[in-house]
């Protein structure tokens, strides 16, 4: 079955940028996504690439997708401290109706 | 627009007693997905609902069970609850069947003594 790996921790120093990282087994997925946990929160859908591209912008957030490597990287900008969370990379599996979620990579951001 | 809302925030139940939690999905959204965010175990796939049928279920026993009603609002029960069941279950709904981005409610955190 499918499988996502992350990191589990990363921490950086407030305005640095932070590159969380994921690698993953379905090479089917064409869709591929970044989500958000705060907490005590549920899941915030932050980004999500399409297979066919190879990165997206939006705003302070940067999406890198190698799907040789079956790599995918979430690039944070100008790190803040409300950016501290849990980022989580999900996959699809079997047709999109269930999703396959990495461990969660903890963002911890310090002055 | 509302986004999905889970019921109820917290809830207490002890060793084989049964809980029932409950979702309501965005407005014109007909998929609902359950899932579990157990400590030290991750976030882990539950049921798909759509159309008022089971799609989908993950590797969990048939302890778990639920339903979607016609306004596509949905429930989770899960009998005999056990001490491994705490965790918060995150509800998802989706505008078209498996084939959109999930969007994510709050959870409920079930806590079994």
């Known amino acids: 079955g499918e499988d996502v790996e992350q990191s589990l921790f990363l921490s950086v120093r407030e305005g640095d940028s932070s590159v969380i990282n994921c690698t993953y087994t379905?090479?089917?997925?064409?869709?591929l996504y970044w989500y958000k946990q705060e907490p005590g929160a549920g899941l915030q859908l932050l980004t999500y690439?399409?297979?066919?591209?190879d990165m997206k912008q939006d705003q302070r957030l940067t999406v890198l997708l190698n799907k040789k490597d079956k790599h995918l990287s979430l690039r944070i900008a100008d790190t803040q401290t409300g950016d501290s969370a849990i980022y989580f990379c999900?996959?699809?599996?079997?047709?999109?109706?269930?999703?396959?979620f990495g461990a969660g990579t903890r963002l911890a951001v310090h002055p | 627009e509302a986004g999905v809302t889970q019921s109820p925030t917290h809830l207490i139940k002890t060793r084989g007693q049964q809980a029932t939690l409950r979702c309501s999905p965005i407005?014109?959204?007909?998929?609902v997905y359950w899932y579990q965010q157990a400590l030290g175990l991750g976030l882990q796939f539950l049921l798909w609902?759509?159309?008022?049928?089971?799609?989908n279920r993950g590797n969990f026993p048939p302890r778990f069970s639920g339903r979607q009603f016609p306004n596509y609002s949905s429930e989770l029960n899960v009998n005999a609850l056990e001490l491994e069941d705490s965790a918060l279950y995150l509800c998802?709904?989706?505008?078209?069947?498996?084939?959109?981005?999930?969007?994510f409610g709050p959870g409920t955190r079930l806590t079994v003594l």
């Open positions: 998802a709904s989706s505008r078209l069947a498996g084939l959109d981005e999930q969007f």
């Open positions: 379905d090479s089917s997925s064409t869709y």
């Open positions: 690439i399409f297979s066919n591209m």
């Open positions: 999900a996959v699809p599996s079997g047709g999109y109706n269930k999703l396959i």
């Open positions: 407005s014109g959204h007909t998929s």
């Open positions: 609902y759509d159309e008022g049928e089971e799609r």
